[in-house]
């Protein structure tokens, strides 16, 4: 019986909570009887969403265990979904909770600072100091950071040094200039050689270009070499419009689509059976101003739009985002105060969707090859997950076979049966059979033998039955197995499914109707390799069969050449045309003259 049966398994003091639940937006936690937190939710009606998961009937396995450890639950009521969302984020990072999702990053990322004091320096830091500096950031690439504080220094010369510049210390010349000013990397405002207004003009330009606002930067310089070349300032004119052709270069190789984008988050998820993998981009005037993919690990299988909800809170308040607009590829429950949601459907913001997805998917096809390396027990165990929801099956396929037939025009026919355990080839576990009661080319009789011979076999000898068994072909080799299975008694015991080269269909007993696995899946790329598998040890079994019978059929037809004295021969010149075009001489060396002399007899005769 099912623990979450509330009529008869849940505790009289959990009912009597689920019976007082006001009917409004909150937060709910869960505990174990250790007063241990297991899990913090967030509902737009507590009573209705803390009282589903105590219904007769849960689908998610960790649900269920989940519910069977609960002994308290406690509940804060807030004034929207909103901030029941904001609660439960920092209820989250606070206690961690096992059965919430768990965003996998304990990075500290750097940003840019442009520190509170005269004549203001601009450096990179990972340390935030409440001191009415500003932060710009965090960039989740060094190198992009840095890319964009080489661009600052090209542009406009300020200072590295940290001296306290104040108007008295300069006025009484307590400083010299150093290298930086001669190398022209800085104008020497120690010296009082550059003014506290034309620094402070520059860097409320390096303040725009962090932000991404390229345009405004450069029509204030153009402007300003204008007033130069008018002021008749040439050298002065021409040095900003050095400055004005590397901001137009950078600009011009960073843009991604049109710059009346400005102000926006991009946000995109792909996931897998353990994580979701969400990735975000900060667009300004067109232009990818930041970018980070986060992996959400998975706890009580949330689904894609429940994990963006998440990311979206998160990753909004780990790069201090200020966007006033969000794009998404599907739609969330989330109203955000301030901020347009949009699910685009094309148009250059539909591009900015799909590159952001691009790069989600290629973070999580990099994650699962590093999972391949460093943990492939862990793996493996995710595939097999993924072909066990995929099909639908009771329990998790460790154990899986195939079954494929090859024969030539009915002669040579052989079935062979490949076995995987854990996701890899068995191959002291594969088995070919030599079809026995088929005449003529009988795909479906072909089948129906060989799936019959081979549990037969595992049956009488008490060995392990696999979980899947997988037929090579559509619904008539599925059938045709299936007879075999109810012949046994088998039918419902063992899963099974069949599919079809062509369209790469997965047909089910009795549906009609095939299903369609995702191609890029990777439990279709499983399914698929059974199958080739179980197609190649087939074929070459079935050549090798073709090839001895080729042999029999030709060499011991000659008058005096028996098996053996044939097998030398085919041994020695590996092929009967060989053997045809080979002298007497040659043969004679191999089997002796007198059956040599059989031999060109013969293969002359046959010319004639």
Sequence with gaps: MSRTSETRETPDHIRNILRTLPEEPGVYQYYDAGGKILYVGKAKDLRKRVSSYFRKNIEHGKTRILVQQIADIRYLVVESEMDALLLENSLIKKYQPR??????????????VIKKEPFP?????????????????????????HSVLELVKKLFPIRTCSLNLNERNIRAGKFKVCLEYHLGNCKGPCEGKQGLEEYEENVASIRKIISGNYAETLRELRARMKNAAESFEFEKAHEIKTRVELLESFQARSTIVTPKIHNTDVFSIVSDRIAGYVNYMKINNGIVVQGYTAELRKRM???????????????????????????????????????????????????????????????????????????????????????????????????????DNSNFQGSYAVGA??????????????????????????DFASMRETVFRRYRRLLDEGLGLPQLVIIDGGKGQLSAALESMDNLGLRGKIAMIGIAKKLEEIYFPGDSLPVYIDKKSESLKL???????????????????????????????????????????LFHFKTVPKIRLATEEEISAV??????????????????
Aim: glycine share 6%.
């Design 301 to 403: 299988d949330e689904s894609d739009q429940e994990l963006l909800e998440h990311a979206v809170v998160m990753l909004r308040e780990r790069f201090a985002s200020s966007s006033d607009s969000i794009l998404l590829p599907v739609p969330i429950g989330l109203d955000l105060k301030g901020v347009e949601i949009i699910v685009p459907q094309k148009g250059d913001k539909r591009k900015l969707v799909d590159l952001s997805l691009r790069n989600a998917t290629h973070y999580m096809i990099d994650a699962h090859k590093q999972q391949e390396f460093t943990d492939p027990e862990r793996n493996t165990k995710r595939i097999l997950e993924t072909v066990q929801a995929d099909l639908r099956l009771k329990e998790l396929p460790e154990h899986i076979e195939c079954f």
């Design 527 to 569: 399914i698929q390799h059974l199958r080739n598998e179980a197609h190649r040890f087939g074929i070459t079994r079935h050549r090798q069969k073709r090839s001895k019978g080729s042999l029999q059929t030709e060499l011991t037809q000659i008058p005096g050449i028996g098996e053996k004295v044939a097998q030398n021969l």
């Design 121 to 145: 320096r601009i450096f990179s830091t990972r340390q935030r100091i409440n001191d009415g500096s500003e932060y710009h950031g965090p960039y989740t690439s060094v190198k992009v950071m």
């Design 99 to 112: 059965y919430n999702i768990l965003l996998k990053d304990d990075k500290t990322f750097p940003s840019i």
């Design 417 to 442: 049966c490949v076995v995987f355990k854990n996701g890899k080839p068995s191959k002291k576990d594969y088995r070919i059979f030599n079809i026995e009661t088929v005449e003529g080319p009988d």
């Design 591 to 608: 089997i002796g003259p007198a059956k040599a002399r059989a031999v060109s007899a013969w293969y002359k005769s046959k010319k004639a």
